[in-house]
């Protein structure tokens, strides 16, 4: 999380390239169909991207074709007090609005054991 933190910076390629590079190796782990049962790095995902890669193509002890990282600028929907009156008296509110930055990582994949940029047939 502190890691990530640091990309929100710009130039954010440029942090890409220097200090976060552990980026690449996290999409090279999350790709790879041969590290059934080890994988420790999950815990590192918010809980609804660990049950959508445990659902969808771990359990079948697969694993996703392609990945991609965007950014997001994100803004809190409305002051705190606004947000906590919501969420006490209607049980649920609305934290956070985002809107798309730009593609950080375009679309990879794993091809002959290395990530590559992914080969999309259109």
Not at 12 to 39: D, G, P, S
């Amino acid at each position: 999380d502190w890691n990530i933190w640091f990309i929100g910076f710009k130039p954010h390629k440029a942090y890409l390239q220097r200090r976060e590079v552990w980026l690449y190796n996290l999409l090279e782990k999350i790709l790879n169909k041969n590290t059934t049962n080890q994988r420790p790095w999950l815990n590192l995902l918010d809980q609804t991207a660990i049950d959508l890669l445990q659902s969808k193509y771990y359990r079948q002890e697969g694993a996703p074709q392609f990945a991609k990282v965007d950014m997001y600028h994100y803004r809190m929907a409305a002051p705190l007090q606004t947000i906590l009156y919501d969420q006490w008296t209607k049980g649920s509110a609305t934290w956070w609005n985002r809107r798309y930055e730009e593609s950080l990582i375009p679309p990879v994949e794993i091809l002959s054991g290395k990530l590559s940029l992914a080969r999309i047939d259109a």
